[in-house]
């Protein structure tokens, strides 16, 4: 046997593979979607002594800076920046005030809307709410005792369940809370296909509804099981909660206590960094009524006390120190989990915040397109909710009144103007350039400048004036490859040259006939 024949053989003998045993990995979640729809509408409410409380209760928050508890007198105060607000009410603002409603055209509709208040009031809960708790749904009912038209009523994702069959939407169950006699009752209304039914829980047992004297009157109902009164909403799927929707929050959180943390250092540090005075015991400052030493706070009165020197020819006098701050750290610092806090979700420039100076305005530009991104997704979302809600409300309204046939779902379509990218300064500049450039016509650039914040009639007069103002005249010039009408030429007169050979051929025809005549 050959010796590469042996190594071989060697190899086969030593290598023994064995599959993979199977494990099993157990994971803890730390909160379930009720606790982390509490989280988020703490994060939101900005307040940092709820926040302190709420994360002070959690098992797994110890080493998070507002679940840390401090340190018995050497305590700092715990600042909160109020970012997570802010970013929540610029989006909506972004999304809101371009809404111009619209176009169902049905008289029972905008009787329905005017009365809700939907466009203004309830659309912009809306939009908080979803991005706040990640989904939510409105239901439709009808109170005689109220109104003689449709009410809807918004319920955000921490007051809602939904069901599921096969990856299909069954049923919705909103709940609310009673009191009655001093204990607490659970109200579950589930809006299936064609019912909505009423259960009463004390705890976790099922009473009856007149056990709570305001849900009394409330009766099971049934119709055409082709409808829901109830419309869904969601911007996100929830990669944590199968069928719910995402905060805007999930994934955040650690960039958010981190940068709390970094902004209450910095506070503290500034707080530290105030003029230290050494103090002589005789030159302390005292109480001008009660002759009292003023004792020091960490504040407005801060000092250290010294012995008073007894040495010959010492002056006792105060010396001041002045601590160095180390501004650039935490400035560097902050702009870094400043930047991981908006990731994904809104510009800085949106909320305000230019950490680069000297950025032109295709850098600004570049930077708003995270805010198109998130600001697209939910305009798309809306885009769809609303025309649905429409729909529904028409539907319930024929099965109220116990129409035979239910009215088709309208091709509904919502307006929202466009976002200024990033402001109309910055536009105007960019459409001067590419219409002196010789790019871009005068119809394209008001077009481009305008977008769909003006009418095309508006559009159209505008060009008109701006034509006018320049002095452009528009003539009507012939049209060098202009239609012609085939039936107005006369074939048999025309000249057939299919090339020149059979042209030239024809003309000596004509010479050699003239000859011979």
């Known amino acids: ?271 530290n960094g105030r003029a230290v005075k050494y103090i002589p015991e005789d030159l302390l400052p005292k109480d001008a009524e009660t002759g009292e030493v003023l004792m020091p706070n960490p504040f407005d009165n801060k000092f250290i006390k010294t012995q008073t020197s007894m040495n010959e020819n010492t002056q006792n006098k105060i010396d001041v120190e002045q601590p160095e701050i180390p501004t650039d750290q935490y400035l560097q610092s902050y702009i870094t989990f400043l930047d991981l806090c908006l990731q994904g979700i809104i510009s800085p420039s949106t909320l305000g915040i230019d950490n680069k100076k000297l950025d032109n305005a295709e850098a600004q530009r570049e930077k708003e397109k995270t805010t198109l991104y998130t600001r697209g997704i939910i305009i798309e979302t809306l885009s769809e909710f609303i025309p649905s809600v429409i729909n529904t409300v028409l539907k319930s309204k024929a099965q109220m009144n116990n129409e035979s046939t239910l009215p088709e779902d309208k091709d509904i379509s919502t307006k929202f103007g466009e976002y200024a990218n990033p402001s109309f300064e910055a536009q105007i500049e960019t459409v001067s350039k590419g219409k002196t450039g010789g790019v871009m016509s005068i119809e394209a650039s008001v077009d481009e400048l305008y977008g769909d914040s003006k009418t095309e009639e508006w559009k159209q007069q505008e060009v008109q004036r701006l034509k006018a103002e320049q002095g452009i005249v528009e003539e009507n010039v012939p049209a060098l490859n202009g239609e012609l009408d085939i039936n107005e030429i006369d074939i048999e007169d025309t000249p057939n040259y299919s090339n020149n050979e059979d042209a030239e051929n024809k003309e000596i025809d004509k010479q050699e006939k003239g000859i011979n005549e």
């Open 1 to 271: 046997m050959w010796l590469g024949d042996k190594l071989r053989e060697m190899v086969k003998s030593w290598l023994n593979i064995r599959p993979a045993q199977g494990q099993a990995f157990v994971i803890n979640e730390d909160m379930d979607h009720q606790a982390n729809c509490i989280r988020n509408q703490i994060w939101y409410r900005g307040d940092s002594h709820e926040l302190s409380e709420f994360y002070g209760q959690l098992p797994y928050a110890a080493d998070t800076f507002w679940g840390a508890a401090q340190t018995a007198d050497i305590r700092i105060k715990k600042s909160h920046t109020g970012l997570p607000k802010l970013i929540i009410k610029t989006l909506v603002n972004t999304v809101v005030t371009d809404y111009s409603g619209d176009d169902a055209s049905d008289d029972y509709w905008e009787e329905v809307k005017r009365e809700n208040k939907f466009d203004t009031k309830m659309l912009k809960k809306i939009v908080i709410d979803t991005l706040v708790f990640g989904d939510g749904a409105i239901k439709i009912n009808y109170d005689p005792s109220i109104s003689n038209i449709a009410i809807l009523e918004w319920v955000d994702g921490s007051k809602v369940d939904f069901k599921y069959k096969r990856g299909r939407l069954t049923d919705i169950i909103f709940k609310s809370y009673h009191e009655q006699n001093n204990k607490v009752y659970l109200l579950e209304e589930d809006y299936g296909y064609g019912y909505i039914t009423y259960k009463l829980y004390d705890n976790d047992k099922e009473v009856k509804l007149n056990t709570v004297e305001e849900l009394k009157d409330l009766k099971d109902i049934e119709f055409d099981k082709e409808t829901i009164w109830a419309v869904p909403i969601m911007f996100n799927e929830s990669s944590k909660f199968a069928g719910r929707g995402e905060s805007i929050f999930d994934g955040k959180y650690d960039s958010f206590d981190s940068i709390d943390e970094i902004t209450s250092q910095w506070l503290e540090a500034v707080r």
